[in-house]
């Protein structure tokens, strides 16, 4: 395999990883937006569609334009207040219970210490 072989392959796997990147963020992007999961799958197969009818194009300098291109629609609609998972971090949950710090010890058998 030549160099130009190699930079080409090369380049084709970093735009489809950038691809399926773009992807899976518009598509958790999509479930922020809709209230009902019914209202989901409307969005979802519109987006998939979308990203289908792209699927042959061979250009690699057209490829990285509509690559551009999305991800400069997708930061501009992107949803301003996205759900996160409450025990994430983030969420409403998370740390909510902290590690208490060094030096404090902690007695899980309280009132049972003499008993053994």
Not at 11 to 26: G, H, I, M, N, P
Not at 87 to 95: D, L
Request: with cysteine; aromatic share 12%.
């Amino acid at each position: 395999m030549n160099l130009a072989t190699a930079s080409y392959l090369a380049r084709r796997a970093a735009q489809k990883e950038r691809v399926r990147t773009l992807y899976r963020r518009a598509l958790k992007d999509t479930l922020n937006w809709a209230v009902h999961r019914h209202l989901f799958y409307h969005d979802a197969d519109a987006l998939r569609e979308k990203f289908e009818a792209n699927r042959n194009v061979e250009d690699i300098e057209l490829i990285d334009r509509m690559i551009a291109a999305g991800e400069a629609s997708y930061n501009k609609w992107r949803h301003p207040d996205p759900y996160i998972v409450p025990w994430a971090p983030g969420g409403t949950k998370f740390c909510r219970n902290p590690t208490p710090p060094p030096g404090i010890e902690i007695i899980h058998d309280y009132g049972r210490e003499d008993n053994y």
